[in-house]
């Protein structure tokens, strides 16, 4: 069954701090690739999405990820994180049933 | 992207009752919009795909008796929890598709049912 895996439930780091949060999925053919956010108290609203081509994307606030095909794996990351950053990211694979498939979320707590 | 609104935010039942639950794309015209669960510390559950004017198709294991979905308009998708029971309990969230791109989704901000 195909299934979307990330590592750390709760993450805590310092501003200016670097990120990176894992994402892992099995399924072995075409996927399209999404990093979804959700601010406290907000609804989820899209990061950034891998559907082809570079396989380093850029997505809004400074976050980036990047899909290596022969690890299964479509990282999340960001350079240096501000407290605004708190908040639980959610990856999602979707496969050639277009089905979306979601990780059990990250919290990220980031202190001031 | 699209702005999506749910209502209500929070309702609390009696067991047994049955609470209707609103999704509402308000600014654009949505064909399919879907329906999800989430249980603390769990990852969203697809729940059932609703499409406007027709049938809506429900995931395995979901009973589409107990959670009836209507898609009366290119707006308006509801949820109904029929009959429902503490373990009915849960957060609710419901998503559009891009119209133009039908595999970003966005999301509405969730209905936090309790049922006692």
């Known amino acids: 069954a195909q299934s979307v895996s990330q590592h750390n439930h709760h993450v805590i780091l310092s501003e200016a701090a670097s990120l990176e949060l894992g994402c892992n999925y099995s399924?072995?053919?075409?996927?399209?690739l999404f990093w979804y956010v959700q601010y406290p108290g907000q609804h989820l609203q899209l990061l950034l999405k891998?559907?082809?081509?570079d396989p380093l994307v850029k997505g809004i606030k400074g976050f980036e990820a990047e899909f290596i095909k022969s690890k299964f794996s479509f990282n999340l990351r960001k350079p240096s994180v501000q407290w605004s950053d708190t908040a639980e990211y959610f990856c999602?694979?979707?496969?050639?049933?277009?089905?979306?498939?979601w990780g059990a979320g990250t919290k990220l707590i980031i202190k001031p | 992207g699209a702005v999506v609104s749910q209502h209500p935010s929070r309702v609390i039942c009696k067991s047994g009752t049955s609470v209707k639950i609103e999704c509402r794309s308000l600014?654009?015209?949505?064909?399919?919009m879907f329906w999800y669960r989430q249980f603390p510390k769990q990852s969203l559950m697809l729940m059932a795909t609703?499409?406007?004017?027709?049938?809506?198709?429900?995931e395995q294991g979901v009973e589409k008796d107990k959670f009836l979905i209507n898609h009366a308009s290119l707006t308006l998708s509801t949820l109904t929890v029929t009959s429902a029971h503490p373990e009915d309990s849960s957060f609710y969230i419901c998503?559009?598709?891009?119209?133009?791109?039908?595999?970003?989704?966005?999301f509405g901000p969730g209905t936090r049912l309790l049922v006692l």
């Open positions: 998503s559009v598709g891009d119209r133009g791109d039908q595999e970003t989704q966005y």
């Open positions: 600014d654009f015209q949505a064909t399919t």
């Open positions: 609703s499409n406007e004017g027709s049938k809506a198709t429900y």
């Open positions: 399924y072995g053919g075409t996927v399209n």
């Open positions: 891998y559907f082809s081509g």
């Open positions: 999602a694979v979707r496969a050639s049933n277009y089905q979306l498939i």
